[in-house]
């Protein structure tokens, strides 16, 4: 059963399917405070609007008011996703493009693993993010100044190829450097919650003496 929150009047089930309306105080949320690892899916359908819709993960106290839960946000909005926390106040993590015909449904993923977390949208992983802050909580759905058509929820516990691709997965960034008066300067994005980065970098290709590290 879901519970209704905010703007429950917008919230309506029609066909087997959950419908949202536009604002910027709808969400909803099912299950135990107590789940923690999951495999959590569900089919997105964004309507009118230009805001955004997806899932809340490991959700908490939620009351009336757009950032008024704690817990983890993972939404589309046609042309990139979000990512971002909340404890009363909104924290983002990361925010991609991501070109998407809303005239389709999209299959949102989200595993969560001790304090990792995999997204995908469609079956394509599009980032991990490591974050400590929420360990337990239940699932949601929250749409911002976007209507929106929910399908196809499912919440499972982990198998073990969830823990290996959660695991194994690796995160690519793009890295852009510039070199001008006898130094380079390295441009590059911020891991969510990482406190240092080590560098390593080198002359010619394949001359392993040539390889240094450099710690920031």
């Given at each position: 059963?879901?519970?209704?929150?905010?703007?429950?009047?917008?919230?309506?089930?029609?066909?087997?399917?959950?419908?949202?309306?536009?604002?910027?105080?709808?969400?909803?949320?099912?299950?135990?405070?107590?789940?923690?690892?999951?495999?959590?899916?569900?089919?997105?359908?964004?309507?009118?609007?230009?805001?955004?819709?997806?899932?809340?993960?490991?959700?908490?106290r939620e009351g009336s008011g757009a950032d008024n839960y704690y817990g983890y946000y993972f939404g589309i909005n046609g042309n990139?996703?979000?990512?971002?926390?909340?404890?009363?106040?909104?924290?983002?993590?990361?925010?991609?493009?991501?070109?998407?015909?809303?005239?389709?449904?999209?299959?949102?993923?989200?595993?969560?693993?001790?304090?990792?977390?995999?997204?995908?949208?469609?079956?394509?992983?599009?980032?991990?993010?490591?974050?400590?802050?929420?360990?337990?909580?239940?699932?949601?759905?929250?749409?911002?100044?976007?209507?929106?058509?929910?399908?196809?929820?499912?919440?499972?516990?982990?198998?073990?190829?969830?823990?290996?691709?959660?695991?194994?997965?690796?995160?690519?960034?793009?890295?852009?450097?510039?070199?001008?008066?006898?130094?380079?300067?390295?441009?590059?994005?911020?891991?969510?919650?990482?406190?240092?980065?080590?560098?390593?970098?080198?002359?010619?290709?394949?001359?392993?003496?040539?390889?240094?590290?450099?710690?920031?």
């Amino acid at each position: 059963n879901w519970t209704k929150v905010g703007d429950t009047a917008l919230i309506s089930v029609s066909d087997g399917q959950m419908l949202f309306g536009s604002s910027g105080n709808v969400k909803a949320s099912a299950g135990d405070e107590g789940w923690s690892d999951m495999v959590y899916t569900a089919d997105i359908t964004l309507k009118e609007g230009e805001g955004n819709a997806g899932l809340l993960v490991r959700s908490s106290r939620e009351g009336s008011g757009a950032d008024n839960y704690y817990g983890y946000y993972f939404g589309i909005n046609g042309n990139g996703y979000e990512i971002g926390k909340a404890s009363n106040n909104w924290k983002p993590l990361e925010t991609g493009d991501l070109k998407l015909d809303t005239s389709v449904s999209h299959q949102l993923q989200v595993i969560a693993y001790k304090d990792k977390f995999l997204f995908s949208v469609d079956g394509e992983v599009v980032t991990l993010i490591q974050d400590s802050d929420h360990a337990k909580g239940r699932v949601g759905l929250r749409g911002f100044a976007r209507s929106f058509a929910v399908d196809q929820v499912q919440v499972r516990g982990l198998t073990g190829a969830d823990k290996k691709a959660i695991e194994e997965f690796k995160k690519q960034m793009e890295i852009t450097g510039y070199s001008a008066n006898d130094s380079i300067q390295v441009k590059f994005p911020r891991i969510s919650n990482a406190t240092s980065y080590r560098i390593l970098f080198g002359g010619e290709s394949g001359d392993p003496n040539q390889v240094a590290a450099v710690s920031l």
